[in-house]
């Protein structure tokens, strides 16, 4: 089910490369069944190239604006520390605000302005485990339970790995979510007191990988 540490930043790099070739393909195919131009509207092409060199330059000028805006706000930088003793410390972006999820319980989490991007932190509920369970569970066994709830609420190819989050092996459980485009990855880690940590990410697919980053370099269990 968890599959080899080593290969876990190229599978969830595989499968948001291939979600996206799979929409890119889809927009191609929509383009392709376009009508043929009639001659007047080839006219109208031929004539609009012949701009002037003035304003060829004007349109790469602004081409260029565009390129520069759009790779700024894909650009994930940490500079604030978050989170709380017995629960687990991350660095998230300045600009990100504390964000509750209507069901998120007693979750602790971060997101950027547009609600899309965040981080979430807890401890696994030992509560909801059957007693005569509880001293044989573990972080696996936590990361199976988020498995399973990840499918039942719709998540779409499931994968598993072993990694290392602050110094231990931690159970990793990664996902896509079709309905939003929302890809998600979780990390299940004992403490050396043996209290289950639950971390996770979620985002589109132009910052997933950054904000799995920053969980992966920055996450500890104290400040």
Do not use: L, W, Y
């Given at each position: 089910m968890f599959v080899d540490a080593r290969k876990t930043g190229t599978c969830l790099f595989a499968l948001i490369l291939s979600l996206s070739l799979t929409a890119c393909g889809s927009n191609?195919?929509?383009?392709?069944?376009?009508?043929?131009p009639t001659k007047e509207e080839t006219a109208q092409v031929t004539t609009g190239e012949e701009a002037t060199g003035q304003e060829q330059a004007d349109t790469q000028s602004e081409a260029e604006s565009t390129s520069t805006t759009t790779e700024s706000s894909?650009?994930?930088t940490a500079n604030q520390r978050v989170g709380a003793e017995g629960i687990g410390f991350v660095d998230v972006p300045a600009d990100w605000v504390t964000f509750k999820d209507t069901a998120g319980g007693t979750d602790l989490q971060w997101s950027d302005l547009t609600g899309t991007s965040i981080v979430t932190?807890?401890?696994?509920?030992m509560e909801s485990v059957?007693?005569?369970?509880?001293?044989?569970?573990d972080a696996k066994r936590a990361a199976e339970s988020v498995w399973i709830s990840i499918e039942s609420n719709g998540g779409e190819?499931?994968?598993?790995?072993e990694v290392q989050l602050a110094g231990k092996t931690a159970y990793q459980v990664y996902c896509f979510y079709p309905t939003d485009g929302t890809f998600l990855v979780t990390w299940n880690v004992a403490d050396d007191a043996g209290v289950i940590h639950y971390v996770s990410a979620e985002?589109?697919?132009?910052?997933?990988?950054?904000?799995v980053a920053l969980v992966e370099q920055t996450y500890a269990f104290t400040e």
């Open positions: 191609k195919q929509e383009q392709s069944e376009s009508p043929e894909t650009t994930v932190m807890n401890t696994f509920d059957p007693e005569e369970e509880r001293a044989s569970f190819d499931v994968t598993g790995a985002g589109p697919n132009t910052t997933i990988m950054d904000i």
